[in-house]
């Protein structure tokens, strides 16, 4: 699976790839439960894992400012490299999402 993301380049210093028969694979790191999030004209997305999560705080977020923001992408970041739980991640993604107003549902922090 190839990623052609803008911001690929500044993940691949870190350790979460790793190669599998000559391609780049993510090491993902799975949420305990998915995280409903609605963007708008997107549409409603169901976040999942770190690396996704990582995505969409990257490519779509609303309004990428704000410590709730910054928080959430360096947490995703340290639980795909292994230095935090995913859970602590998810719980970071949930508060961003919460604070950009498009979280759906209540509120789980797991």
Known sequence: ME????????LRKYRCFVQNGGQRVMNDKSFSSPVLISLGAMGLRLVSSAWEALECLKNQWPQQDGVE???ATRMCRDALEGWMPPAKARQAFVIAAQRAGVLIGKPTLK
């Open 69 to 71: 923001y910054r928080r």
């Open 3 to 10: 990623y052609n993301y803008d911001f690929e380049f500044k």
